[in-house]
C-alpha cells in the first residue's frame, strides 16, 4: 500500500492566519482525500482532490476556506484559511488502496493536529 | 443525518475474550464497508473490509460480518490481546468516498 508523509504533524496558530497542510505520496494516485476529525468526533470528508481539475467539495466546505492544491499525482496541499478556535481539528490526507477485487481501505497520513489560539 | 453509526462509544474486554464492535448503516448504495484503527497521534490503519455482496470475511483474528437487511456491521476480533487497545472506526464506501461512524473506543485488559 502506499506510504504518505504528511507535515506538519502539529501547530499552534493565531486567529485570522493561515495554514498549509501538505501530502506527499510514494506511488501516483488519482484521488487524494482531505478529512477532518473535530474533538471526540469522527472524520468528515472535507474534499477530493484530483490531479489538472478542480477539488470537490462536501457539503459545508468551501473553497475560500479550504483551498486544496494537486499539481501532480503524488503531492497535495490544503489550506485552512482565516482560521478561527472552531478550526482547530485533525486534518489528514489519505487515498484509496484498490485492489484487483476491490477497495483495500484508504492510507492515510500521520494527521497534522491543529490548534488556533 | 449520519448514515453511519457506532452507537457504543467505548467497549472494555478481558484480554483472550471476544470483542464485538457494532457498526449501522442508512444508505443502501455503500458498496464496501471497512473498519479501521486508529491510535493517538496517527493516522486511521485499515483492518478489514467487506463488499456489500458478502455475508463474512475473514482475516485471522478479525472477522466482520454484515447483515444486509438490517444495514448492521460487526468486527469481531478473537482472541483480544492488549494491542487491541485503540479507536475502531466503522466506515461505508460509495463512489469511492467513505463515510465514518463516529468510532468506538476499545479497552482489552490484560
Known amino acids: 500500500s502506499a506510504v504518505i508523509s504528511q507535515k506538519p504533524s502539529r501547530d499552534i496558530c493565531q486567529r485570522g492566519t493561515s495554514l498549509t497542510i501538505q501530502c506527499q505520496v510514494d506511488?501516483?494516485?488519482?484521488?487524494m482525500f482531505w478529512y477532518r476529525q473535530q474533538p471526540g468526533q469522527s472524520l468528515t470528508l472535507i474534499a477530493t482532490a484530483n490531479q489538472g481539475s478542480e477539488a470537490t467539495y462536501e457539503s459545508g466546505f468551501v473553497i475560500d476556506k479550504f483551498p486544496i492544491s494537486r499539481p501532480n499525482l503524488t503531492f497535495s496541499t490544503l489550506t485552512v484559511s482565516n482560521m478561527s478556535p472552531e478550526d482547530s481539528s485533525i486534518y489528514l490526507c489519505?487515498?484509496?488502496?484498490?485492489?484487483?477485487?476491490?477497495?483495500?481501505?484508504?492510507?492515510f497520513g500521520s494527521g497534522t493536529r491543529l490548534t488556533v489560539v | 443525518d449520519q448514515q453511519v453509526k457506532q452507537n457504543s462509544p467505548s467497549l472494555s474486554v478481558q484480554e483472550g475474550r471476544i470483542s464485538i464492535l457494532n457498526c449501522d448503516y442508512t444508505n443502501s448504495m455503500f458498496d464496501y464497508f471497512l473498519w479501521y484503527k486508529k491510535y493517538p497521534a496517527e493516522g486511521p490503519t485499515f483492518l478489514i473490509s467487506i463488499s456489500s455482496i458478502k455475508d463474512k470475511n475473514e482475516d485471522g483474528r478479525f472477522t466482520v460480518f454484515l447483515n444486509k437487511s438490517a444495514k448492521h456491521l460487526s468486527l469481531h476480533i478473537v482472541p483480544s490481546q492488549p494491542g487491541d487497545s485503540a479507536v475502531y472506526f466503522c466506515?461505508?464506501?460509495?463512489?469511492?468516498?467513505?463515510?465514518f461512524g463516529d468510532g468506538t473506543t476499545l479497552t482489552v485488559k490484560p
Open positions: 489519505s487515498v484509496e488502496d484498490l485492489r484487483d477485487w476491490g477497495p483495500y481501505g484508504y492510507t
Open positions: 506511488s501516483q494516485v488519482t484521488m
Open positions: 466506515a461505508a464506501r460509495h463512489l469511492g468516498k467513505s463515510t
